[in-house]
Nanobody
Framework: QVQLVESGGGLVQPGGSLRLSCAAS????????MGWYRQAPGKQRELVAA???????NYADSVKGRFTISRDNAKNTVYLQMNSLKPEDTAVYYC???????????????WGQGTQVTVSS
């Protein structure tokens, strides 16, 4: 019903930048919150940043001041600009969206397939 497609991951040196994108498609009526999570090997998945349809944002303490989340509601797309990347940012990054579809009155969580971000010299 709803697909989230991420792009923009890759290999970058410490101090570098990457921009992740996630586009939602399908029978979407509305999207409340969109966000990015990450999971490093041997660790639990954690919230990186989230943004509501009204533009309110929330960041993990570890990325505040370095990452910026933004959103294009007309395109159902969320972005994550990552600057000053550190080796500890290495993880698989997953897009998440809180979606109400056209055939439901409830919101459901949807996830992308994940994109690898590796920060290494």
């Amino acid at each position: 019903q709803v697909q989230l497609v991420e792009s923009g991951g890759g290999l970058v040196q410490p101090g570098g930048s990457l921009r992740l994108s996630c586009a939602a498609s399908g029978n979407i009526f509305s999207i409340y919150a969109m966000g990015w999570y990450r999971q490093a090997p041997g660790k639990q998945r954690e919230l990186v940043a989230a943004i509501t349809s009204g533009g309110s944002t929330n960041y993990a303490d570890s990325v505040k001041g370095r990452f910026t989340i933004s959103r294009d509601n007309a395109k159902n797309t969320v972005y994550l600009q990552m600057n000053s990347l550190k080796p500890e940012d290495t993880a698989v990054y997953y897009c998440n969206a809180d979606v109400r579809t056209t055939d439901s009155i409830w919101n459901l969580d949807y996830w992308g397939q994940g994109t690898q971000v590796t920060v290494s010299s």
